[in-house]
Nanobody, 127 residues
Framework: QVQPVESGGGSVQAGGSLRLACVAA????????VGWFRQPPGKEREGVAA????????DYADSVKDRFTISQDRAKNTVYLQMNSLKPDDTAMYYC????????????????????WGQGTQVTVSS
């Protein structure tokens, strides 16, 4: 299996935007389940957004609803995380995770459901 690869992190002022990209594909194409997670310094890793690439169904953490959007480009085997209205609390290492299969065709923010993880990309939001 191929590990996801993230890109697009960086530093931005509060209120700004960033778009993260994750190439998440196995031998047969884009993974069916892809999630974005983040881990602030000294804190637990938490789910931010997830997508079932089969139909585009998505789920979001309450803290990012209406600010972040997860989407896919199947032709590029890529899942994006558009982050708007960024806050200093969004500062974290962001990880892309993928799973080829789950019992139910629904997105999940549970990190235990994902066997494949990227190396992470840093997002820093200054006030």
């Amino acid at each position: 299996q191929v590990q996801p690869v993230e890109s697009g992190g960086g530093s931005v002022q509060a209120g700004g935007s960033l778009r993260l990209a994750c190439v998440a594909a196995g031998k047969t194409g884009i993974y069916q389940f892809v999630g974005w997670f983040r881990q602030p310094p000294g804190k637990e890793r938490e789910g931010v957004a997830a997508i079932y690439t089969g139909d585009g169904d998505a789920d979001y953490a309450d803290s990012v609803k209406d600010r972040f959007t997860i989407s896919q480009d199947r032709a590029k085997n890529t899942v994006y995380l558009q982050m708007n209205s960024l806050k200093p609390d969004d500062t974290a290492m962001y990880y892309c995770a993928a799973a080829p299969w789950r019992p139910l065709p629904r997105p999940t923010l549970e990190k235990e459901e994902y066997p494949y993880w990227g190396q992470g990309t840093q997002v820093t939001v200054s006030s």
